[in-house]
């Protein structure tokens, strides 16, 4: 859902915005803990090369140049318990 207002989420799944904006936070603040930030965000090195793709692309490299990584596309691993696993299949 990202680039919709909070109004346009609630509507979507028939929640209040104040429903939307409390667990919003929560998962924000959950992303951003010490526990997941250090196990699995990684950062590059200061001198690991820029992808080819943007670096040979005059229509991307010019605005991310100066990018130190980017959250869309990655996976998180995740296995849930037996109990859970049928819940949790096809899910994002």
Do not use: W
Request: a positive charge; charged letters at 25%; one cysteine or more.
């Amino acid at each position: 859902v990202t680039g919709l207002s909070i109004r346009h989420v609630g509507e979507c799944f028939q929640r209040s915005n104040g429903t939307i904006s409390k667990y919003f936070k929560k998962i924000l603040f959950a992303f951003s803990s010490r526990d997941i930030y250090s196990k699995y965000i990684q950062l590059p090195h200061s001198d690991a090369p820029v992808h080819p793709t943007i670096r040979n692309n005059p229509k991307f490299f010019p605005f991310f140049a100066d990018a130190i990584g980017a959250i869309d596309g990655t996976h998180i691993a995740c296995t849930p318990s037996s109990e859970e696993r049928d819940a949790m299949r096809n899910r994002k």
